[in-house]
């Protein structure tokens, strides 16, 4: 399947919605909304679910999904919208759903196009052409096609911070600060902490972060701390009983553009083609959890 771009000119994405049936999509479609034609519950089932863009002068600058309760907790403080509609409707597979915000802080950049992937290959391709994509595949435990959303910005922004949690608690402090999740919980699959990486980005590349690694043993630990690389302090495999997971970064000439995660193993190829680097160290190292990696592109 092949992505289509939308949005030619610089015009600023101000709402989103989704559609779970003919009649939404009719209505939709007569307040002035335009939809991605690519079914987000493709090759699982279910209904056929489609997500709509509006344009505005107040452009949305965050995205997120939620595939738990706990998840949202903080969402609705910070003042995100819910587009109260299950992503996985009809099938399943985790209940998502989509939150946006709107903000003109200092780490918030505006959105200008939107799209949807359903293959690795395309994926790789939006990665390595300035596209962020949500971590949270759309078919998320319902089979079919790996699914995930893509969204680009008004200008270039770079990750000039990275953190990670392993409870809900903190959700509101990191939503406020200007954070965005990674919406895959590092330990997906093993039993442990729900594990979250966490970024913030500017469009100021003397401020990025120009390094990320992961440490799975004592041996690499210990290397990256001699070479001036900073710890973040959370355990990525947290509960697991696994091995200890640390993701490292340092700063120095060539700026992160941005950072995912992969799980599907045949994106894993495409993306070290397209020009990303991909860590190859399982960020569920020890466990019977899913494979992961983490990966960035500069």
């Given at each position: 399947?092949?992505?289509s771009?939308?949005?030619?000119?610089?015009?600023?994405?101000?709402?989103?919605?989704?559609?779970l049936?003919?009649?939404?999509?009719?209505?939709?479609?007569?307040?002035?909304?335009?939809?991605?034609?690519v079914?987000?519950?493709?090759?699982?089932?279910?209904?056929?679910?489609?997500?709509?863009?509006?344009?505005?002068?107040?452009?949305?600058?965050?995205?997120?999904?939620?595939?738990?309760?706990?998840?949202?907790?903080?969402?609705?403080?910070?003042?995100?919208?819910?587009?109260?509609?299950?992503?996985?409707?009809?099938?399943?597979?985790?209940?998502?759903?989509?939150?946006?915000?709107?903000?003109?802080?200092?780490?918030?950049?505006?959105?200008?196009?939107?799209?949807?992937?359903?293959?690795?290959?395309?994926?790789?391709?939006?990665?390595?052409?300035?596209?962020?994509?949500?971590?949270?595949?759309?078919?998320?435990?319902?089979?079919?096609?790996?699914?995930?959303?893509?969204?680009?910005?008004?200008?270039?922004?770079?990750?000039?911070?990275?953190?990670?949690?392993?409870?809900?608690?903190?959700?509101?402090?990191?939503?406020t600060?200007?954070?965005i999740?990674?919406?895959?919980?590092?330990?997906?699959?093993a039993?442990?902490?729900?594990?979250?990486?966490?970024?913030?980005?500017?469009?100021?590349?003397?401020?990025?972060?120009?390094d990320?690694?992961?440490?799975?043993?004592?041996?690499?630990?210990?290397?990256?701390?001699?070479?001036?690389?900073?710890?973040?302090?959370?355990?990525?495999?947290?509960?697991?009983?696994?091995?200890?997971?640390?993701?490292?970064?340092?700063?120095?000439?060539?700026p992160?553009?941005?950072?995912?995660?992969?799980i599907?193993?045949?994106?894993?190829?495409?993306?070290?083609?397209?020009?990303?680097?991909?860590?190859?160290?399982?960020?569920?190292?020890?466990?019977?959890?899913?494979?992961?990696?983490?990966?960035?592109?500069?």
């Amino acid at each position: 399947m092949s992505i289509s771009r939308h949005l030619p000119t610089m015009a600023y994405i101000s709402q989103l919605d989704v559609s779970l049936n003919e009649a939404e999509m009719n209505q939709l479609k007569s307040q002035g909304f335009k939809k991605i034609d690519v079914n987000l519950n493709q090759g699982a089932g279910g209904n056929d679910i489609y997500l709509w863009y509006k344009n505005g002068s107040v452009p949305i600058t965050k995205l997120q999904a939620t595939y738990s309760h706990e998840m949202a907790a903080g969402f609705d403080k910070a003042g995100y919208k819910k587009i109260p509609k299950d992503l996985n409707a009809g099938e399943v597979g985790d209940s998502i759903y989509l939150w946006y915000f709107s903000g003109s802080g200092e780490y918030d950049t505006p959105i200008v196009e939107i799209d949807v992937s359903t293959d690795a290959e395309r994926e790789a391709l939006k990665f390595s052409t300035g596209w962020e994509t949500l971590a949270c595949d759309l078919n998320r435990n319902a089979g079919g096609k790996w699914i995930y959303v893509w969204v680009k910005r008004e200008k270039q922004t770079f990750i000039c911070d990275v953190s990670a949690t392993n409870n809900f608690s903190s959700n509101d402090d990191y939503l406020t600060a200007g954070y965005i999740r990674l919406d895959e919980d590092t330990n997906r699959g093993a039993v442990g902490c729900y594990v979250f990486i966490w970024y913030r980005q500017t469009p100021d590349p003397r401020r990025a972060l120009t390094d990320l690694q992961i440490s799975t043993n004592d041996k690499e630990y210990q290397s990256f701390k001699q070479q001036g690389y900073t710890r973040v302090v959370v355990n990525l495999n947290k509960g697991t009983g696994g091995n200890k997971v640390y993701l490292w970064y340092k700063k120095g000439d060539k700026p992160i553009k941005t950072t995912t995660l992969l799980i599907n193993p045949a994106a894993v190829p495409m993306y070290k083609k397209a020009g990303a680097t991909v860590i190859e160290k399982n960020l569920n190292t020890g466990t019977k959890g899913q494979i992961k990696y983490l990966c960035f592109h500069q």
